[in-house]
């Protein structure tokens, strides 16, 4: 019997199967497919962000249905496609969701806009490099490596384009089954995922930083809740 297809949904940061370093034994089990959303490409210069376009891309790679495995950013699609083809979404896994339009009015989210939304307002204005800089000094306080390579130059031009993601269209959760990982370092996070338990998803904790999924419990989290949502018939392995 042909087993569930599994479409993996990236981030802002490494795409593709890239992304998913813990899950790609997953392809023993199911028909993964790891994509690559609007605007990331390998070679090509990055594009401005575009939810739509990400939410096509997912529709075609569920073909007739399956499960789909977001993180952070993608999760915003990938929401998206479930609230409006709940039909081809056997279950919805996420990884610290950034769905910040459902959470725009609670405490974390706004902190979180007062200190971005203004660099966002002047994007255009900055360059990649200052632009990456200041990103990283109003999130995590930090200062970002030197852009040595062009591969850096890339990453940060895409960074500068990505949209914010509470500008999403996304008002409302989709009625599938929903697992929601976070790492427990940042409350925007799991004020997200608080939310989203709020409406019947299930809510883990498992550490990870904001990337859960790497974790050895995340990991095997997500196998299982796939697993559990798998089609009628389907037997781990075969």
Known sequence: MKSDRVVFVHGAGTFGAAAWPRQHGMALEFDCLFVRRHGFDPVAAPLATDFLADQRILEEALGRGGHLVAASQGAVSAMMLAVERPHLVKSLVLAEPACLSLTEELPATKAHRARVEPLFARAAELS????????????????????????DRHRAHRLRLQAPTWTAPLTIVPGVPTLVLTGGWEPLYEEVADYL????????????????????????LIREFIRNHAQPGFESGT
């Open 197 to 220: 338990a709020g409406t019947g998803a299930v809510h883990r904790v498992v550490g990870g930083g904001h990337r859960p999924q790497d974790t050895e419990e995340g990991n095997g």
């Open 128 to 151: 990649d490099e200052e632009f990456n800089r200041e990103f990283a000094r109003a999130v995590s306080a930090s200062e970002p490596p030197p852009l040595h390579t062009a591969e």
